[in-house]
């Protein structure tokens, strides 16, 4: 154990092991990422306190299906660096550990594992978020858990996701966000957190062209899909389909800014990262690389709410993506009218612009109802309303599609602004697991609610709950006006269940 | 003077569903749409043609949030290795 001042030259100094010296560390874009993340415009760190002979689970097992048969002694003990965001000494930190409460501990900000091997040494890494403990945030970290950290006999808990470079052997940057991601999901207990080596192995036998697994090159989209699969999760894939228009390659497509807004918005509160494989400038020209999404910032208030169309997730202007070649919750700001400012892009001496091509929604298996198909229900209701009120709203009509866990649904609905009697028959009423929520509001005023069976086949009526938050005034007109023009408006809704959802929303006004 | 006070107080009381979220002041017409604008729930039966044309086009907007679900074969076989 040892402790040290946090600063640039010291952190260097304990990112290096045996096989990588400190002149190669400063040449890493994961060095210069964590000196800013670390410093005193990110987390602020004072002080450094180095764990040597730390068992790192998911490197041994990497180490036994590897490292263990190469020539070259590699050790097999890591070494863990936590930080803290308080300067202290050695004798401050061994009262702190033999004291109680002592106030050092709640200055904790996590920790990085550097692994011995050589160059791709950042291991397991869990650091707070910028904005942990601050109440009121405009970032919106949903991709998180709580880690329960064992340090000199003490836990001390971060809400954060952890991180780690792809080593080039186990895993390329598919997998390690995989990994990522699946550190969250694995909260739920049908979902199982592999380590590096298991998820690529649960991708393929062997490589796309036919070469042996390990070292690995890389993992395509669909094998992607069968690593999540494997771990108990549904994956969901959407390709662009929005053609790029500079530099352009034949075939290649990207998936639009509003588009890729939507899905972030729509799937935050179940919280599973979401896999991107994005097309970044490297060397010249663009290489593909994947990362997991694990929050977003919105703009603030007021800023083009309505002006881009009719989707509060329209809002979000960043999001914080795991890039395994740079570090955790890295900004990636939305370029309109289409791309993304990543840390590539930062990096490119054109700047130019990085492009999501796929993306992967891993979800539980049993949410069987994609946002899309829920978009279409909303578009026929966000047209039947403008046309029933022939375009007189006084704030533009605007709607909020989300996923989420039925149970929290119902606990939000104590808190909104309902009779008694309201609230009690929703949330005694039966719903499924996991359901859609679309919330429509004027201006700021929340409008209307409307609930959706997320676990049912897509030809279905999936309507369970309208609620209004108007009179009724309101309510009668729209009644009326949706029973006389029942026969017309069935159309607009998709298949045979078109007057079974003009039927739900007449019952349920 | 009093305006900023009387303003907050509309604001935590009065305006429905904004701040005050227990507060069960549904909104009415006033409330949503523009000035003078009301309507009745009196017979209001759209012209055949007119509906058709509009169910057309919302179709047609439909269709294209789920052909978003079609994937590109090509873009599947893009390996991603960096």
Known sequence: MDVLKYNPSNLSKELSNKHTDVEMVKTKNHFSYFKN???????????????????????LHDYASYYAFCFTHYHKFCRRIHFFSRAFT???????????????WNSYLGFIVVNPIPITMIGYTVL???SAGKKKDLR????????KIHLFGKVLTINSLAFQEQDNVLAACATTAIWSMLNKASVDLHTTLKVPSEITKDADRLQNDGNRLFPNKGLGTLQICQAINNSGLAPEVRTGVVEVDKHKEEGDYFISNTYLKKIINAYELIGIPIILAIKVPYKGAYGYHAVAVCGHKIADKGHALYDIGPYVANRIEKIYIHDDQ???????PFIEPNGLETQWTLNDKDKL???????????????????????AIIIGLHRILIRAFKEEFK???????????????KAQVLGFALEEKEKLDIVSGSLPKYIWIAT????????????????????????????????????SYLKSYLIDNKLGLRKIFKDRSGENYLDFMINNL | MLFPYIYIWYLLYLRPNKFNMNSINKLGFTDILKANTTFKSEKNIESKKELDRFIVSTRKEQEDVLRLKHLNDNQLKVIIKL
């Open chain 1, 37 to 59: 993340y670390l410093g005193v415009d990110g987390l602020n760190a004072k002080t450094m306190v180095i764990e040597e002979e730390y068992v790192s689970k998911d490197f």
């Open chain 1, 90 to 104: 050695l004798e401050d930190l061994n009262k702190a550990i033999v004291g109680e409460n002592h106030r050092l």
């Open chain 1, 128 to 130: 707070k978020t910028y």
């Open chain 1, 140 to 147: 919106k970290y949903w991709g998180l858990r709580d880690y």
């Open chain 1, 326 to 332: 740079f570090g955790p919750f890295a900004r990636a």
């Open chain 1, 353 to 375: 612009p990085s492009y999501v091509m796929n993306m992967v929604v891993p979800v539980y298996p049993k949410i069987r109802i994609s946002y899309e198909d829920v978009e």
């Open chain 1, 395 to 409: 704030d533009p009509l605007f709607w909020d599609i989300k996923l989420n866990y039925s149970h929290c649904f």
């Open chain 1, 440 to 475: 429509c509001y004027v201006g700021e005023d929340k409008f209307m609610e409307l609930t959706f069976d997320a676990t049912d086949v897509s030809n279905a009526m999936l309507g369970k709950n309208v609620i209004c938050y108007f009179d009724t005034d309101v309510k």
